[in-house]
């Protein structure tokens, strides 16, 4: 059996698979909180540190249209317990920057060219050992505000109001 087959037990929309790496891009060795490198499965990795691969999963990324979101899901066992507690902190992902998807997987995955996740906080679904992150495809015009992203709690409803009344 594959390891990447417990992900079918997960309801989820088309997409692809990924390979994902939390940290912060901006830091030595994607020291900080978020996710440091995302490439489609298969792809290489650059040369990097051992320090690294207990942050690194297989995961699987989509763009459902009718919520405006994207979301990736990935096995809770792909990364080690101390990663795990790092980035999944008190029921919810931190993301300290912007974390723009890179062309080849916004290509691949057929992704709005905008495709980017707006750095805040974001709960996360665990069930089933699967981890399931969703991210608002945030208006342009609302990244520059600091928020708190809560997905699924009208957010985009929210922002499509703001945009049309100012």
């Known amino acids: 059996m594959s390891r990447i087959l417990p992900?079918?037990?997960?309801?989820?929309?088309?997409?692809?698979?990924?390979?994902?790496?939390?940290?912060?891009?901006?830091?030595?060795?994607?020291a900080g909180l978020g996710i440091c490198n995302l490439e489609?499965?298969?792809?290489?990795?650059?040369?990097r540190k051992a320090c690294c691969e207990?942050?690194?999963?297989?995961?699987h990324l989509?763009?459902?249209?009718?919520?405006?979101?994207?979301?990736l899901q990935f096995r809770r066992s792909d990364l080690d317990d101390e990663a795990y507690a790092r980035h999944f902190v008190?029921?919810?992902?931190?993301?300290?920057?912007?974390?723009?998807?890179?062309?080849?997987?916004?290509q691949a995955c057929g992704l709005p060219r905008s495709a980017l996740f707006p750095r805040?906080?974001?709960p996360f679904l665990e069930w089933e050992e699967q981890l399931r992150i969703s991210f608002p495809n945030t208006p342009v015009a609302l990244r520059a505000f600091p928020m708190t992203n809560f997905p699924g709690l009208g957010l985009n409803t929210i922002a499509a109001s703001l945009l049309t009344k100012y």
């Open 7 to 30: 992900l079918l037990s997960f309801r989820r929309p088309v997409g692809k698979f990924v390979q994902v790496e939390f940290g912060n891009p901006k830091k030595r060795d994607c």
């Open 54 to 59: 207990h942050r690194r999963a297989v995961g």
């Open 40 to 47: 489609m499965l298969g792809h290489q990795w650059p040369a």
């Open 120 to 122: 805040g906080q974001y």
């Open 62 to 71: 989509s763009y459902i249209r009718s919520g405006n979101e994207f979301v």
């Open 90 to 106: 008190a029921g919810a992902f931190l993301l300290e920057e912007d974390f723009s998807i890179p062309p080849a997987v916004v």
